[in-house]
């Protein structure tokens, strides 16, 4: 069976992240925390909003 190649039309890499949510005490309460990492060998970024780590992922999901 011959495969119909387009060089236009690629699909888009899949990628895998590891997400980690949790909340600590500090003088203020509780504060929500996260990090996200591409894979497992990826640069591990902390979040201290829901609202940063969803616009890091949405611009995750935008790169080529």
Same mark, same amino acid.
């Given at each position: ?15 895998? !992240?590891?997400?980690?949510? #949790?909340? $600590? $005490?500090?003088? $203020?309460?509780?504060? #929500? ?9 990826? $640069?591990?970024? !902390? ?10 992922? !949405? ?6």
């Amino acid at each position: 069976m011959k495969q119909d190649i387009n060089p236009e039309h690629r699909e888009p890499r899949p990628r895998i !992240y590891v997400l980690r949510v #949790w909340h $600590e $005490e500090s003088r $203020e309460g509780s504060v #929500w925390r996260a990090s996200a990492r591409e894979g497992t060998q990826g $640069e591990r970024r !902390y979040f201290t909003s829901a609202d940063d780590l969803l616009e890091f992922m !949405y611009t995750e999901c935008l790169r080529p």
